[in-house]
């Protein structure tokens, strides 16, 4: 792996996987502690909507992804917390509809797409130096917002009656996390693609609510999880020649089936323990 560091790519891809890792860390706490993971899901899917519309109308493709997937956030938001239909039917017509959107406008666009796929299955060996940038600059205001809002955040996660109670602008809060959840989302477009997105999300931040309670101590272990599968994963698909975005994905999900497996059997000699 030292050796693959020489090289511009390898380094651009291993800042690019840590700049996540912290967004993910913290963001995907928060998602999964608010159990909204397949409204995450949903955002990070619509985002694709928001590519076709940056290569219809020749933008910026990551723009239009940011604008798309936080009004689909918001307006998801929305739903299930203002409407009585079927949450999880609506929130996934919304999904569908958002990516047949992006698909339509890809294919109405002139012009050979080369780098479309990426934006699928990631591409984190071909993260330039000015995404590296604009990636740094969704960090700060991700950290930022959470710092500037963070028992907000906590009330409205463990205990919303009492919230509104204590008059924290539930609603408010809840839209500005998943308007931060979009931001994440974007950004890890460039590691793994829309495709494995939710997994990165979440996968980390549910490792760590299974190892502690504290929710900072939730989101530190998350982020550095985040980090070490990043790595791990990079060094195998350099070193087997796989797919990136999906190597971290498999490792990610391996350490978190092992995190299962271990608390089932050391629950079941407990449980022989007392039988004893």
Known sequence: MMEALQYDFMRNAL????????????????????????????????????????????FNPLLGAVAFSTIAGLAMGIVQRQTRERTDTTIGVMWAVGMAVGIILVDLTPGYKADLMSYLFGSILSVPTGDLQIMLGFDAIAIALVVLFYKELVAISFDETFA???????????????GEIALTVVMMMQVVGLILTIALLTIPAAISTQLVRDLKQMMAIACLLGVLFTFIGLWLSYTLNLTSGATIIL??????????????????????????
């Open 15 to 58: 800042c690019a996987g840590v700049l996540v890792s912290l967004a993910c860390g913290i963001i995907g706490t928060f998602v999964v502690v608010n159990r909204i993971v397949f409204i995450a899901g949903g955002i990070a899917h619509t985002a694709y909507g928001g590519i076709g519309l940056g290569y219809f109308f020749n």
């Open 251 to 276: 490792v990610s999900g391996t350490a978190y089936l092992s995190i299962l497996a271990l608390k089932w059997r050391s629950r079941r000699s407990a449980c022989g323990s007392i039988v004893k």
């Open 164 to 178: 509104t109670i204590q008059n924290v602008p539930v609603n408010g809060i809840y839209f500005l996390l998943l």
